[in-house]
């Protein structure tokens, strides 16, 4: 059987639970503190309430469980007995739901879904966060779309241009036009390039975005739209500079995905003098206004801090 939240359960044990687990809180109460009246100042729990839930349980068991008289307490063997079999447990229990319920505390994993275009985001992002939070771990899966945020158990995405689904909660972090870029090698093989339209036939199509076959350029007040062919048609960002890196074509790229190769010699700009028109924006989204756990937030706190300090340099590189 499955439970509506998708997680195995038995039906048996949780009906049982909501039996027994009262009554036998309250007998670990009583005995810890020794009387039904020192439990019910420790808990806040009125004393009849106390004794009404441990008798439920002595019941349910068919075992006594407690002596009482009007002036004391008495545990019998098999209330001993059982008060030694689930005293550690039951404090297990309560540990766990404390951590569980301290917003504060930056730990444990945050499952994020992101674009492989981001990849050099995500590692700047990591690093920082394993300096500040030694307990907080990353889970990241590569997928194009928002769809599946809540279906795929997901915390987070990080996601680039429109947002498809408007009720998700977004930050936006920064903005970004495309770069264009290409080996060396092919630009050394295309000597007069003139102006965008001079790219048409040896574009590298990336399918992943809309319209990625039409294109605005700017150049100071000039603009020209190109409609572009495609000398190769990628699904997956890995492969579009796998395609640059043997001088394929030439694409328009996102600055945090070619930077690097840019800084490092293995692409170069094309047509420095003219920019893409469109402006884009990177945002994280998330499924849920209410309740963001304190580890959720320090992702999205420090994506922004990463993305804002890098954004002056892949401005430099698109304009």
């Not at 939070?133 to 997928?143: F, G, P, R, T």
């Not at 007069?192 to 048409?200: E, G, I, T, V, Y």
């Not at 409609?227 to 600055?255: F, K, Q, W």
Request: hydrophobic share 45%.
């Amino acid at each position: 059987m499955k439970c509506v939240m998708g997680l195995k359960c038995n039906m048996f044990v949780a009906d049982k639970s909501l039996i027994l687990l009262p009554g036998l809180a309250s007998f670990v109460a009583v005995v810890s503190a020794g009387s039904f009246t020192q439990a019910a100042k420790a808990s806040g729990t009125d004393k009849a309430v106390l004794s009404r839930r441990v008798a439920r349980l002595e019941s349910a068991l068919e075992l006594r469980l407690l002596n009482r008289t009007t002036r004391s307490v008495h545990v019998t063997d098999d209330g001993r007995a059982l008060f030694d079999r689930v005293v550690d447990p039951l404090e297990q229990v309560l540990t766990a739901l404390e951590t569980t319920a301290t917003p504060d505390k930056i730990q444990g994993e945050v499952r994020i879904s992101t674009f492989a275009e981001a990849a050099s985001i995500w590692g700047v992002i990591a690093a920082q966060l394993q300096v500040q939070h030694s307990e907080l771990s990353l889970s990241l899966a590569v997928a194009q779309e928002e769809r599946g945020l809540v279906d795929g158990g997901f915390d987070l995405r990080l996601t680039a241009g429109h947002l498809s689904d408007s009720s998700m909660i977004a930050r936006k972090l920064g903005v970004w036009r495309h770069v264009l870029v290409a080996s060396p090698e092919w630009v050394r093989n295309h000597p007069k390039l003139r102006d965008p339209s001079d790219l048409a036939r040896d574009w590298i199509l990336f399918d992943g975005v809309p319209f990625a076959d039409r294109w605005v350029f700017e150049r100071g007040a000039s603009s020209v739209t190109v409609h572009m062919g495609s000398a190769i048609v990628c699904s997956d960002g890995n492969l579009v500079r796998t395609a640059l890196y043997e001088g394929v074509g030439v694409t328009a790229a996102p600055p945090f995905f070619v930077q690097r190769d840019i800084e490092e010699g293995h692409l170069v700009r094309v047509l420095p003098e003219w920019r893409t028109s469109h402006v884009h924006h990177l945002w994280t989204v998330r499924p849920h206004r209410e309740f963001v756990p304190a580890r959720v937030q320090a992702v999205i706190d420090m994506a922004e801090k990463v993305v804002r300090a890098a954004a002056p340099g892949w401005a430099l590189l698109a304009d």
